[in-house]
């Protein structure tokens, strides 16, 4: 008895309630999403709905269990967590069930579990326990692969179910790693990275080029103040590509443009390289390998685009690029829910009075799509609160998770806060077109049990770690 009282005295009650709030707004909204005259019942359990509220009531039964169990546990067990879900990645791979498209669900009776969503948990656990070990430091070569194995193992076998959305919410934990020690200049790399992905898809590989050069050139003047040297490089590189386009157009050397541009520009960064060999410059060192990588990157995308990617990724990217414009397609479902969340004007239509909701015009809406529900029928404002909510959500668990004075428990704490930052930003960003379509929910709001339950576990293990703060219970 005065355990329990302990628990529930020291509980952090906001996150507690604000957790119960998002679960009860979301179960409302996915009432809205599949309502219909036929079935106006909301405790009709042959509807979505009514499977959320069976969802809702285990989800608040594993938060209550996760309160009173012995906090010890998870980094005790953390390893053996990780290496259960990885075979059971493993075993859907071989044995699941195929959901629009994706190899990802262990079938059980009339229901689907996704182990994918609890192989989040398993990972930041296993994340935490590693870089919490005696010794860890998060510096040197071993050090960063230790933490790309414990990340990429679960990634590659999601990755291998067709269920590239979910895989890619794992990249969230580089905040985790930025925490802990990662150099700010690795995540600014990654960041860059992306931009560069993304020219390459745009522009042509001569402009892309042309654009990394550049940054290149402003770095070794910012590290170096060698004007003149940036100078005679950049018009070394440029006579050069001179040569070879007079030599390509007059001389028949058939040389392409992006060849035309890629030369110089790997001669540049080799001269790069000898220059801070012989004066012994560190930074020009490091400035030329990352124009090499970041042009082999480069050189890379529209593989990894055309081979990696499955149709319907490339055809969602292309579409939020203003590359493709197939409204009737594959960009459908967006231009869909933008019209939906448009409609909803500063107000909303009202609850339960959406038209595109109720004539089903928005696919996936009780699930991917429920954010556009909120837009058309609560409006600008009430979306606001929604996201406020989130946020205010996100921002109580991030000062829980830095709070804590066990180095597990923190690590943990920003790898709970990273997950669900990165899914809110994710959903609602592709509901109104600001970030390609990758299918992964909305926390507390989509429908699904995996996932709910997945989230629960998630935040109520940290919120365990908070209680033990006052005292072993």
């Known amino acids: 008895m005065q355990k329990r009282n302990n628990i529930l005295r020291n509980l952090d009650w906001a996150a507690t309630i604000l957790y119960v709030v998002l679960v009860l707004m979301g179960w409302l909204n996915i009432y809205a999403a599949v309502y219909s005259d036929e079935h106006r019942n909301i405790l009709d359990f042959s509807q979505r709905y009514g499977k959320q509220l069976v969802w ?109 959305g979910s895989a890619l919410v794992f990249g969230s934990l580089v905040l985790v790693l930025y925490r802990e020690g990662l150099p700010a200049w690795i995540l600014s790399y990654l960041a860059f990275l992306v931009l560069v992905f993304i020219l390459t898809l745009v522009y042509s590989t001569s402009v892309v080029i042309a654009f990394i050069f550049a940054v290149a050139v402003i770095l070794f003047i910012l590290y ?78 529209d593989y990894v685009f055309e081979r990696v990617l499955d149709v319907h990724h490339q055809k969602r990217i292309n579409d939020l690029l203003g590359i493709e414009n197939d409204p009737l397609g594959w960009g459908y479902n967006v231009n869909q829910s933008k019209i939906a969340i448009g409609s909803g004007g500063l107000w909303g239509k009202g609850y339960l009075l959406g038209t595109q909701t109720k004539y089903n015009f928005v696919p996936e809406q009780s699930t991917d799509f429920i954010f556009c529900t909120v837009g058309e029928e609560w409006g600008f404002m009430g979306s606001l609160i929604v996201v406020m909510l989130i946020a205010l959500f996100l921002l109580r668990l991030l000062k829980i998770a830095e709070r804590q004075t066990e180095h597990f428990a923190r690590i943990y704490g920003y790898g709970v ?20 379509v990758i299918g992964i929910p909305l926390p507390f709001f989509s429908y699904g049990g995996s996932s709910l339950w997945a989230f629960t576990i998630l935040v109520f293990i940290l919120l365990r770690f908070d209680v033990s703060r006052y005292g072993a219970y």
């Open 224 to 301: 170096t103040r060698q004007y003149r040297d940036a100078f005679r490089v950049s018009i070394g590189a440029l006579g050069i590509g001179l040569l070879l386009y007079i030599l390509s157009e007059f001389f028949q050397l058939k040389l392409s443009n992006g060849l035309i541009f890629l030369i110089p520009v790997l001669v540049a960064a080799i001269l790069g390289l000898l220059y801070a060999y012989k004066n012994r410059l560190k930074p020009v060192y490091v400035i030329s390998l990352f124009l090499i990588a970041t042009l082999g990157f480069s050189m890379s995308a």
């Open 56 to 164: 809702i009531f285990f989800a608040f039964i594993m938060a209550i269990v996760i309160l009173f169990s012995n906090d010890r546990i998870y980094p005790a067990f953390a390893y053996i967590f990780y290496g259960i879900i990885l075979i059971t990645l493993i075993s859907t791979l071989l044995f699941g069930r195929v959901v629009n498209a994706s190899k990802s669900w262990i079938p059980i009776g009339s229901f689907g579990l996704q182990p994918a969503e609890f192989a989040k948990i398993a990972t930041a656990l296993a994340l935490a326990k590693l870089m919490s070990s005696y010794g860890f430091k998060l510096s040197g070569f071993w050090s960063y692969v230790k933490v790309g194995i414990v990340i990429g193992l679960p990634v590659g076998i999601i990755i291998l179910q067709n269920d590239t």
């Open 417 to 436: 806060v990273s997950i669900l930052f990165l899914h809110a930003a994710v959903n609602v960003g592709m509901t109104i077109g600001l970030v390609p």
